[in-house]
């Protein structure tokens, strides 16, 4: 092991290739994340936006984050989608499952979350800066498409909608 951070370890595991080579691989254990990508009865989805210190810039997101302890995926999609957007889904699809990296253990469950009524947002201490935005789905997947949202898991989880809604 090499360190660790809150819900993150990093460490070097000793592996012997097929040919019989050694070599360390370097593997970051993290928590499992739901994304989630609102949508409402007129075709239009929420972003949030918040500050990423490892890029040095802002980011358009879907609304996100890691699962608490013992927490299953729809736990955390809706507690998630709760605390970034102030939304309420009465209904959630399953957008799948994926891994972020190759070097990462942490799998990001995806979901589509529909017949959305507004309550009050509740963002966490680190999210005081988030902003949020309602916007058509289709610009927010245009954005997607184009490189104007760099989020690998947004990306994944707006392209998965699209494919769910039937709109692509």
Known sequence: MRGTSGHFELRDDAIRFPDGAAALYTVVTNPDSAFVVPYFDNGDTMLVRQWRHAWETSSWEVPAGTFD??????????????????????????????????????????????????????????????????????????AALEGQIVHSGSVTALCRAARALKLV
Do not use: I
Request: glycine share 6%.
């Open 69 to 142: 302890e013992g927490e299953e995926p729809l736990q955390c999609a809706r507690r998630e989608l709760a605390e970034e957007t102030g939304l309420v889904a009465a209904r959630y699809r399953s957008l799948g499952v994926v891994h972020g990296a190759a070097f990462l253990t942490g799998r990001a469950h995806l979901f589509l979350a529909e017949a959305l009524t507004e309550a009050e947002r509740s963002p966490e201490t680190y999210e005081q800066d988030m902003e949020v935005l309602r916007l058509p789905f289709d610009e927010a997947l245009d």
